[in-house]
C-alpha cells in the first residue's frame, strides 16, 4: 500500500510561483508513474501532470503547459509540481497520485491511478 501527503500549498497571488511536493511512504514508488490533479470549487477533477517512472517523460494539461513543471526524485520517494505565472483559474485543491504505466492515452483518466493523496488547497487571487 502506498501513502501519498501533498504539501507546499497556500494563498499567492496572480503570477506568482508554488511549489508542491508529494512523498509518499508504505513502499518505492519507483516502478509507478506520478501524476497532478486538480479541483476547482463546483468543478470536476482534472488531470494537470503526469511523469513517468524514470522521469524521462512528462506530460501536461494544455491549460498549464510551459507555466508548470513536473518532476520526481525517486531515492526521496517525492514527486514535485513546480508552479509558476500563476492564474486565479489555477486555484483548487491539488492531488497527488501514483499508478501503473498505461498508454498515454489514458494517462490522463483518474482510473488510471491507483493511489491518491488528500489534496492541498492553491489560492491565486487576482
Known amino acids: 500500500q502506498v501513502q501519498l501527503v501533498e504539501s507546499g500549498g497556500g494563498l499567492v497571488q496572480a503570477g506568482d510561483s508554488l511549489a508542491l511536493s508529494c512523498t509518499a511512504s508504505?513502499?518505492?514508488?519507483?516502478?509507478?508513474?506520478m501524476g497532478w490533479f486538480r479541483q476547482a470549487p463546483g468543478k470536476a477533477r482534472e488531470f494537470v501532470a503526469r511523469?513517468?517512472?524514470?522521469?524521462?517523460?512528462?506530460y501536461y494539461a494544455d491549460s498549464v503547459k510551459g507555466r508548470f513543471t513536473i518532476s520526481r526524485d525517486n531515492a526521496k520517494n517525492t514527486a514535485d509540481l513546480q508552479m509558476n505565472s500563476l492564474k486565479p483559474e489555477d486555484t483548487a485543491v491539488y492531488y497527488c497520485?501514483?499508478?501503473?504505466?498505461?498508454?498515454?492515452?489514458?494517462?490522463?483518466?483518474?482510473?488510471?491511478?491507483?493511489?491518491w493523496g488528500q489534496g492541498t488547497q492553491v489560492t491565486v487571487s487576482a
Open positions: 508504505g513502499r518505492s514508488v519507483s516502478t509507478l508513474a
Open positions: 497520485a501514483a499508478g501503473l504505466p498505461v498508454r498515454s492515452s489514458t494517462m490522463h483518466l483518474q482510473g488510471s491511478y491507483l493511489y
Open positions: 511523469i513517468t517512472q524514470s522521469g524521462s517523460i512528462t
